[in-house]
């Protein structure tokens, strides 16, 4: 509108050229450039700001998206909670599931522990009179060992139990027959030396195991121990206490070990009950 007016007034500054003076009609002509100029400079201005306009207007649709993509995350959640109050339920089952079973795992060793502790100080009086080199009772790894010399209980080479060991087994047995519910591992332990031998006992194998079950043999036909409750059997010369290097040493690592422990059964039972995945 305003444009219009310019050009009107120049439309009138031109009829009337002939009226005013050159002065006049110089003042009037710079007025219309600079009203041309003005305008000029207000179309570019309506330009920048339709172009910033434009701008803002991308930005808005963008937040706007990302508010719906927002909103539809939070319906989700909230659709979803329920499900994830079970899921949290479950959880917590199970944890107070395992916990349970860990304290009766922890009850359990906690009374082997303490039957072990019993059975081995039985042990160690019923054998006070046996000379300490030849018998060592102790508990190690939740089981109760009674590690005996091979001099005391066979001639050398030799797997056939002597009538003097028959007192000390016999002791044995009876610790073991008193305490029935436990299971009986019997392993013959040879040194490294060489058997020069072409019959039974071959080599250190056959002599380990055959002195395991010889002493089986005796716990069972001689002082009654359940043999259902019984495993013997031999490991050689691959089990050594201590350096076949010395004679002392060698004589240590011929031994054979009772080891009371208590029934797998038992811990299959747990194993059993254990909470599951």
Same mark, same amino acid.
């Given at each position: 509108?305003?444009?219009?007016? /310019? ?7 031109? $009829? ?8 006049? +009609? ?68 199970? %944890? ?42 102790? &508990?190690?790894?939740?089981? &109760?060992? /009674? ?8 001639? $050398? ?18 610790? /073991?027959?008193?305490?029935? $519910? ?35 043999? &005796?716990?069972?036909?001689? +002082? ?22 010395? &004679? ?7 031994? $054979?070990?009772? /080891? %009371? ?17």
């Amino acid at each position: 509108m305003r444009l219009i007016k /310019i050009l009107g007034i120049a439309a009138m500054a031109i $009829t009337a050229t002939s009226c005013v003076s050159k002065k006049q +009609f110089d003042a009037l002509n710079l007025n219309y450039q600079q009203c041309i100029n003005d305008a000029a400079d207000r179309q570019r201005q309506i330009q920048d700001l339709n172009s910033k306009n434009s701008g803002l207007q991308s930005q808005n649709d963008l937040l706007m998206g990302q508010n719906n993509a927002l909103k539809s995350s939070l319906d989700a959640c909230l659709s979803n909670s329920g499900k994830s109050s079970t899921n949290i339920d479950k959880l917590v089952g199970e %944890i107070n599931a395992s916990n349970k079973y860990i304290k009766q795992l922890i009850s359990t060793n906690s009374k082997n522990d303490s039957l072990n502790l019993a059975l081995s100080n039985k042990l160690k009086r019923s054998l006070d009179n046996i000379a300490d080199q030849d018998v060592d009772v102790k &508990v190690l790894k939740g089981v &109760v060992m /009674i590690s005996l010399s091979d001099k005391m209980l066979y001639q $050398t080479g030799k797997f056939e139990v002597l009538p003097a060991a028959q007192e000390v087994l016999g002791k044995v047995a009876k610790v /073991i027959n008193d305490y029935d $519910t436990y299971s009986v591992l019997i392993e013959g332990n040879t040194d490294n030396a060489t058997l020069n031998s072409t019959s039974v006992p071959r080599d250190n194998w056959d002599l380990s195991a055959l002195r395991g079950t010889a002493v089986a043999k &005796v716990l069972q036909t001689q +002082f009654g121990v359940n043999p259902n409750r019984i495993t013997a059997g031999g490991r050689s010369e691959y089990n050594p206490k201590t350096t076949n290097a010395s &004679v002392s040493g060698r004589a240590e690592n011929r031994r $054979t070990e009772i /080891i %009371i422990m208590p029934k797998l059964d038992e811990f299959m039972k747990l194993m059993d009950i254990a909470p599951k995945k």
